[in-house]
């Protein structure tokens, strides 16, 4: 198949794919999120069925089974006036994002876009179903009562895209199989883990983009330092590789992902990252010569519809693909334009809605990445898994294909919080020989 889009003309910059967020209408409802997520990793929904209907069914299956009827009112506090019946398994969780046949009944459109990718995450991994639990005999009835409402999902609404950062998916997957071994803590937990890839998500992809040549992405430094720690200027890591690399790769999401649509082989088909789309151009069995040629055409088309000025042809593709991506975001950089102020939006609702947790202003050192206490708990958890323990080093490398970074100061004030914790082993004075377990 030709490797990219067979017409490729000038428009409106679209984006479409693997960035969640646009330049406005960005709230998100994190409770519907973590539904959608669910009901797609178990491969279940539930369908035209809410709460108060459930209600009103367990309370005549119950009451036909209490000695005493008039306890369905106490039972009803419990767990419905309160909501606690969220507390009680991980499936309640599903009447958070209901479906219509196969399509999603309800949420915003930005939570539609989260749920794209956490399903392009996922792919073709599944939760085993149904998630053991531990539930008392009432909890349990409720539970086989809510079952009979539990249907089969199939495919999913969600737009298929080749993921972009392989590595990801293979922590997520395992990240999500931990969680699920373990039910209550993914009651607590599962909103936070999702937060947590979404920000780690957009900001390794914000990373990655520049190296589209050198094929599957790897984990890119991002260095964070813990809530409790002084933001020092002298952190060489944390200046060079913290916040500011990020939010200066970040002005370049929508620019090149919105020239990434261009080459994409058109609507219902696949999405692919950009550096598969540049390895697919080099191995097209046929001449590269036609590739070429219309990129060119494009480019030449493009500069002067955007008043850029003008260039030579590229020679061979690399020398295409870097020629598009440079149009794509000097476009934005006069900033009295239009164009400029729609990429600044794309920025700040990046921040505000995805990474406002893991941004902090320190003083003269600016904004920082930061991760506070209940973050690092759960991601030491994640990180050693299935694990009993792991060596520190292989902790913090396990942060690290997840996108946290910390410097040896940071690593420090991590073991001395885990010994605070107590969920540290020192075998030895050496450093080397420190072991962490996780707390679930």
Not at 52 to 72: I, S, Y
Request: glycine share 4%; hydrophobic share 40%; proline share 3%.
């Amino acid at each position: 198949m030709y490797p990219i889009a067979t017409a490729l003309k000038v428009g409106n910059n679209q984006l479409d794919s693997y960035l969640p967020v646009r330049n406005k209408n960005n709230d998100v409802s994190w409770q519907f999120v973590t539904g959608l997520v669910l009901s797609y990793a178990l491969k279940r929904k539930i369908e035209a069925y809410d709460l108060d209907q459930f209600r009103d069914d367990c309370k005549t299956h119950l009451q036909d089974l209490l000695d005493e009827p008039e306890f369905w009112f106490v039972l009803e506090r419990m767990y419905f006036s309160s909501l606690d019946i969220f507390r009680v398994s991980p499936l309640f969780l599903l009447f958070h994002a209901q479906f219509e046949g196969e399509k999603i009944s309800a949420g915003s459109t930005a939570d539609k876009r989260l749920g794209t990718l956490f399903a392009n995450l996922m792919g073709d991994f599944s939760l085993h179903y149904p998630i053991p639990d531990r539930l008392n005999f009432i909890e349990q009835r409720m539970l086989n009562k809510l079952n009979e409402k539990i249907k089969l999902l199939g495919k999913g609404p969600f737009a298929e895209e080749q993921p972009y950062l392989p590595y990801m998916v293979t922590c997520f997957q395992s990240d999500l199989a931990f969680l699920a071994e373990h039910p209550q803590y993914l009651l607590q937990e599962l909103t936070n883990t999702l937060r947590l890839y979404a920000f780690s998500w957009c900001a390794q992809l914000a990373l990655n983009l520049d190296n589209w040549q050198d094929g599957e992405p790897q984990s890119k430094s991002l260095f964070f330092i813990l809530d409790s720690e002084k933001a020092s200027s002298e952190r060489e890591k944390v200046k060079r590789y913290g916040y500011k690399l990020f939010a200066s790769q970040s002005e370049k999401l929508f620019p090149m992902l919105s020239a990434l649509e261009v080459l994409q082989w058109g609507k219902g088909k696949k999405k692919r990252p950009l550096w598969q789309i540049y390895q697919d151009a080099l191995n097209y069995s046929d001449s590269t010569s036609q590739i070429l040629n219309d990129l060119n055409d494009y480019l030449q088309d493009f500069i002067v519809d955007r008043g850029l000025p003008l260039c030579e042809r590229a020679t061979n593709l690399e020398s295409a693909f870097k020629q598009l991506l440079s149009v794509a975001v000097e476009q934005f950089r006069d900033k009295k334009t239009d164009r400029a102020t729609v990429n600044r939006k794309y920025v700040n609702e990046l921040e505000n809605q995805i990474c406002t947790d893991f941004i902090q202003v320190r003083g003269r050192a600016g904004k920082v990445l930061v991760l506070n206490q209940d973050r690092l708990l759960l991601l030491t958890n994640l990180t050693v898994g299935k694990n009993d323990k792991l060596r520190l080093h292989e902790l913090l490398r396990g942060f690290e294909q997840r996108g946290f970074y910390l410097d040896n100061q940071s690593a420090q004030m991590l073991v001395a919080f885990y010994e605070r914790m107590g969920n540290v082993e020192r075998m030895s004075d050496s450093g080397d020989a420190v072991y962490v377990r996780k707390t679930v």
